[in-house]
């Protein structure tokens, strides 16, 4: 079955950190990339962060850079978004998924899976 995971959502105040994760399963990662996405309640899925498996490149949207770290670890088969200096314009449902399309970066339309969704909320 294919699928992805994540779990790390939660509660923060603002300043505060947490790591979101996924793990794929029932895929051949090889070349693919992951992606991390985010929508706010009225507002548009947007691409915060990606990484590409073949060349680890990553990319990170204005509006987390320097604030989160995306990265991988190979033997747990996960894929993980550390979000430090946490503010409440961050608050959104969480959502990592793969592609396999070459070029892809952090383009919503080439994402073929999706996983469920983690709820952030950055509030006092």
């Known amino acids: 079955q294919l699928q992805l995971v994540e779990s790390g959502g939660g509660l923060v105040q603002p300043g505060g950190s947490l790591r979101l994760s996924c793990a794929p399963s029932?895929?051949?990662?090889?070349?693919?990339?992951i992606g991390w996405f985010r929508q706010a309640p009225g507002k548009e899925r947007e691409g915060i962060s990606c990484?590409?498996?073949?060349?680890?490149?990553?990319y990170y949207a204005d509006s987390v850079k320097g604030r989160f770290t995306i990265s991988r670890d190979n033997a747990k088969n996960t894929v993980y978004l550390q979000m430090n200096s946490l503010k409440p314009e961050d608050t959104a449902v969480y959502y990592c998924?793969?592609?396999?399309?070459?070029?892809?970066?952090?383009?919503?339309?080439?994402?073929?899976?999706w996983g469920q969704g983690a709820q952030v909320s950055v509030s006092s």
């Open positions: 029932g895929f051949t990662l090889g070349s693919a990339t």
């Open positions: 990484i590409n498996f073949s060349d680890d490149s990553t």
């Open positions: 998924a793969i592609t396999w399309r070459a070029g892809s970066v952090c383009l919503i339309h080439r994402y073929d899976y």
